[in-house]
């Protein structure tokens, strides 16, 4: 079956601090993978997306992610946090007919 | 370029009720899915329209119907109204012919409490 975990729930950083978000995901064949991001009281901000071709994909705000196929990882990374980053963070991967299947997401604290 | 709109943005209803939830797309985006997204957990697929359709579903009970318009603005319905069903409700759009992969724009939601 097809899934997606966050295994962190709640991450605190420094601002200025370098970030990474994991994510590990089970699908039957190429997945096409996102990264989402989540404001209070907001929808959904897609950061990045990995269909083939580049395991490296770099989306907005500076956050980039890497698609590792033999670890079923793609993970989130940002070299600098600022406060604005805090949100929440939804990994997803996309099933037939593009259906989002969502993890269960990881709220980023940002501490001046 | 308007995005995806939802409305109403929040709603109270009493169990047992039924409510309407409506959702106009990104200009252009033929394809709307319904996630539900409870306090807490990421948003869960509840089902797609596209061409009037309903192209897949996830695993909601019947009381969760839908419908899309010929202008691709879509309702999504929900009867007989349980506590659980208190959550945010969001709306998504994409071209839909693109099939897996395409990207999704999100609305703001819907936040309905039901008491």
């Known amino acids: 079956a097809q899934s997606v975990t966050q295994p962190d729930i709640h991450i605190t950083v420094s601002e200025g601090a370098s970030l990474e978000l994991r994510c590990n995901y089970s699908?039957?064949?190429?997945?096409?993978l996102f990264w989402y991001v989540q404001s209070p009281g907001q929808g959904l901000q897609l950061l990045l997306k990995?269909?083939?071709?580049?395991?490296l994909v770099q989306g907005i705000k500076g956050f980039e992610a890497e698609f590792k196929r033999s670890q079923s990882s793609f993970n989130l990374r940002k070299p600098s946090v600022h406060w604005s980053d805090a949100a929440e963070y939804f990994c997803a991967v996309g099933g037939g007919y593009n259906k989002l299947i969502f993890g269960a997401g990881t709220r980023l604290a940002v501490h001046p | 370029d308007a995005g995806v709109t939802q409305s109403p943005t929040h709603l109270i209803k009493t169990r047992g009720q039924q409510v309407t939830l409506r959702c106009s797309p990104k200009?252009?985006?033929?394809?709307v899915s319904w996630y539900q997204q409870a306090l807490g957990q990421g948003p869960q697929f509840i089902f797609q329209y596209y061409e009037e359709e309903e192209r897949q579903r996830g695993n909601f009970p019947d009381r969760f119907s839908g419908h899309q318009f010929p202008n691709y603005s879509s309702e999504l319905n929900v009867n007989a109204l349980l506590l659980g069903d208190s959550a945010l409700y969001l709306c998504a759009s994409s071209l839909g012919v693109q099939g897996a992969g395409e990207t999704q724009y999100f609305g703001p939601g819907t936040r309905l409490l039901v008491l």
């Open positions: 699908y039957g064949a190429t997945p096409y």
């Open positions: 990995y269909f083939s071709g580049d395991t």
């Open positions: 200009s252009g985006h033929d394809t």
